[in-house]
């Protein structure tokens, strides 16, 4: 049976590019959207949570998505260097920077020859919540690898205590690479890394989030819009490969596991890493995910960002595209912003 071509008058359409980046998805959107209004990217951020946020629900959510989906929105630049802005978006609403997401999102453009490279800068300038972000891309037989330098990471807190219901006391750092995390060592806690634990960890994660966002106050010392805590990431060096210096295992937003080794997480990292184990620049190391997918990571500089210590990350990744997909709302769905089942 050969289906005919569908009528669309009585259907909303958005089309994306599905793309993943060492294992994490992301739901590129092309078109459908309307004009997403505002001067600068917190701004058009803004105007996303304020009054398109149907829109999210309905590709984040099933039936056309599911509870770890993440998704990225395309919008023109907001400032001068820039070649595009980007908005993310995940399960309980939008992130202020995505790794992963900047990684999958040159991929798609490079691969869709919407970008070119080597641009006349030698890099591709991307506008995000967190602030401005250099990408680069190399190709080697037929193997696109993209990394970026993201914007300063810091440390916010070391070696805090606190006690949380069904996981215990634990000793915890916060640090910023685009989003704040709250770290904990899992080897020391007898925290098993591997997908075989996954619902504990999921568990654990959400626990150990809510218990430090009651106890800490945090201040983002640029913008407000970026105080918050996004996740929980879980370290350990019981890894898979011999060349990995850890694993992480990232717990955001509500609930949903990062495939990947996060890239902001890793950003974070590597501010903790200067600090703590004195990691010098310009000396590569890589970090593994749940699911054995790897992000390399390098401290371009040091610098000070608003009297705190801090560094430039390079975080590189590879990433694949996975379909071209057309997204259809019939107006009579008795699910119009889907549903959301954990």
Do not use: W
């Not at 004009?35 to 009054?51: H, M, P, S, V």
């Not at 070119?116 to 680069?136: M, R, V």
């Not at 150990?208 to 879980?234: C, Q, R, W």
């Amino acid at each position: 049976m050969q289906f005919n071509d569908i009528k669309f008058n009585n259907y909303q359409s958005i089309k994306t590019i599905d793309a993943h980046t060492e294992g994490e998805p992301l739901r590129i959107i092309t078109s459908g959207y309307p004009k997403i209004i505002g001067k600068t990217i917190l701004e058009k951020r803004q105007y996303l949570i304020d009054n398109l946020d149907h829109l999210r629900q309905l590709l984040m959510f099933e039936p056309r998505g599911h509870a770890d989906m993440y998704g990225a929105l395309i919008t023109e630049p907001c400032t001068e260097n820039a070649d595009f802005g980007i908005l993310f978006m995940h399960n309980e609403g939008y992130s202020s920077m995505c790794g992963h997401g900047i990684i999958a999102a040159v991929t798609a453009a490079i691969e869709t020859k919407t970008i070119n490279l080597p641009t006349e800068k030698n890099y591709i300038g991307i506008d995000s919540p967190a602030g401005f972000i250099k990408a680069y891309a190399t190709q080697n037989n037929h193997q696109l690898t993209v990394s970026f330098d993201n914007v300063p990471a810091f440390v916010e807190a070391r070696d805090q205590e606190i006690f949380v219901e069904g996981v215990g006391q634990i000793t915890y750092d916060i640090a910023f690479g685009g989003a704040y995390y709250v770290f904990v060592d899992a080897d020391k806690l007898s925290i098993d890394c591997s997908a075989d634990n996954l619902q504990n960890l999921i568990n654990a994660g959400r626990a150990i989030k809510k218990a430090v966002m009651k106890s800490v106050v945090i201040n983002h010392p640029e913008d407000d819009a970026l105080s918050f805590l996004y996740g929980t990431i879980f370290t350990s060096k019981s890894t898979n490969e011999a060349s990995s210096h850890s694993r992480h295992v990232c717990i955001f937003a509500d609930g949903e596991v990062d495939r990947s080794p996060t890239g902001t997480g890793v950003s974070a990292r590597a501010a903790l890493l200067q600090v703590k184990e004195d990691l010098p620049p310009h000396t590569p190391i890589e970090i593994e995910s749940i699911v054995g997918g790897r992000m390399s990571l390098s401290i371009q500089q040091e610098c000070n960002y608003f009297d705190k210590q801090a560094v430039i990350p390079r975080v590189g990744g590879r990433a694949y595209l996975t379909g071209v997909h057309q997204f259809l709302l019939d107006e009579n769905d008795i699910f119009p912003q889907g549903f959301f089942l954990r």
